[in-house]
């Protein structure tokens, strides 16, 4: 046998108050957990709970159209690194000419990048990795909108 045995008073009276007492201490966490249970399968299942923790789609910005994309990546990367507004229309003007979209800038040579945006080295080679995550981004924020 398993577990605590119960032992009756020795006194043939039987007393039913203590097995009462007895009873009810055995079952009284047995009853807890049911009810724990029970109260439980009202709530909503983990499935529920895991799509509410999702990002709500009305808290994300649309993603900037096709034609602004090149000027929308440049201008959060010139934001993120405090750069002037004449660096920046400099890059911008310098990638729009070779039609160069922030998908591409993250392929291109760092050098070439440097040459095309008149960037110090630094600079570029932070675009060139900031792009790339940048284009993460917005592809994901396509593909939830979808």
Not at 131 to 138: L, M, P
């Amino acid at each position: 046998m398993h577990g605590p045995i119960a032992v009756l008073p020795a006194s043939g009276s039987g007393d039913v108050s203590d097995l009462g007492s007895l009873i009810t201490a055995c079952t009284t966490p047995f009853l807890k957990l049911l009810a724990s249970a029970a109260i439980a399968s009202f709530m909503p299942t983990a499935a529920a709970g895991q799509a509410s923790t999702r990002e709500p789609e009305c808290l994300s910005s649309p993603p900037p159209a096709i034609e602004d994309i090149l000027a929308a990546c440049v201008n959060t990367f010139a934001a993120a690194r405090v750069l002037s507004e004449d660096v920046l229309n400099r890059a911008v003007d310098g990638l729009d000419k070779v039609c160069y979209t922030p998908d591409i800038k993250g392929e291109v040579t760092v050098e070439w990048l440097q040459s095309l945006t008149g960037l110090p080295e630094g600079h570029a080679i932070a675009l060139h990795k900031f792009a790339r995550e940048w284009c993460g981004k917005i592809d994901a924020k396509c593909a939830r909108r979808k």
